[in-house]
């Protein structure tokens, strides 16, 4: 069963300040997705890796993927209030359904 | 922009009730699903329909949940006796095939009390 593990699960922030987070998963895969979810509300896509040292940038996210070490990453820079959220990224099941297997999410909280 | 809407944002029911969540999927998806979220915890898959029939389900799609596309838009998830540990956000998404990216609708929210 694929398993898809995120760290930090939980992190806190100042404004301006330059972070990490990880997204590890179990079996291979080519295609990885990050999402954002605001409290309470649905789940908004952010970036779709789609090969191995696929690299994507929205303003102060840039997220990268890695799929001989199973990794990808989501990368903050200067950190605003406005990003706080919680973070999933997701993969692709083995079957050829096209279900999605979920991070734990990670919840940022950017200070001012 | 095309999106997924779900209908009801918010229900409450009681125990051993029937309860069935209405979505619409993007039009010209073929591919649609069925998650859940318990309150603070992560997204869970339930299930995946193509073709007019379940393609996928997991341990959680018991003989309690099914899902039909009655009439070609709509794509609904009944629950026939909702259970307290049922109360959960329940997203709908759909795909087109080739991207693979998923859409997901707002979700509705589901009380049992």
């Known amino acids: 069963e694929l398993k898809v593990e995120q760290n930090p699960l939980f992190l806190s922030m100042q404004e301006g300040k330059n972070y990490t987070i990880y997204c590890n998963y179990s079996t291979t895969s080519d295609r990885l997705y990050w999402y954002r979810q605001d409290p309470g509300k649905s789940l908004e896509s952010l970036f779709v890796?789609?090969?191995?040292?696929a690299v994507k940038q929205e303003g102060r996210l840039m997220a990268s993927l890695d799929t001989k070490a199973r990794l990808s990453t989501l990368h903050i820079t200067a950190a605003v209030h406005d990003l706080s959220a919680t973070y999933f990224c997701?993969?692709?099941?083995?079957?050829?359904?096209?279900?999605?297997?979920f991070g734990q999410g990670t919840t940022l909280q950017v200070k001012p | 922009e095309p999106e997924v809407t779900q209908t009801p944002s918010h229900q409450v029911t009681q125990m051993g009730q029937e309860v069935i969540l209405r979505c619409v999927p993007i039009?010209?998806?073929?591919?649609f699903y069925w998650y859940r979220q318990i309150l603070g915890q992560k997204v869970e898959f339930l299930v995946s329909f193509y073709n007019n029939e379940i393609s996928e389900k997991s341990e959680i799609f018991d003989d309690q949940f099914s899902v039909e596309r009655p009439d070609g838009s709509n794509f609904t998830l009944k629950i026939r006796s909702t259970k307290l540990e049922d109360s959960a956000m329940y997203f709908c998404a759909s795909r087109l095939g080739d991207t693979g990216e998923l859409f997901f609708g707002e979700g509705s929210r589901l009380t049992v009390l």
């Open positions: 039009s010209n998806h073929l591919y």
């Open positions: 890796l789609l090969s191995n040292g």
């Open positions: 997701a993969v692709f099941g083995s079957s050829n359904t096209g279900k999605l297997i």
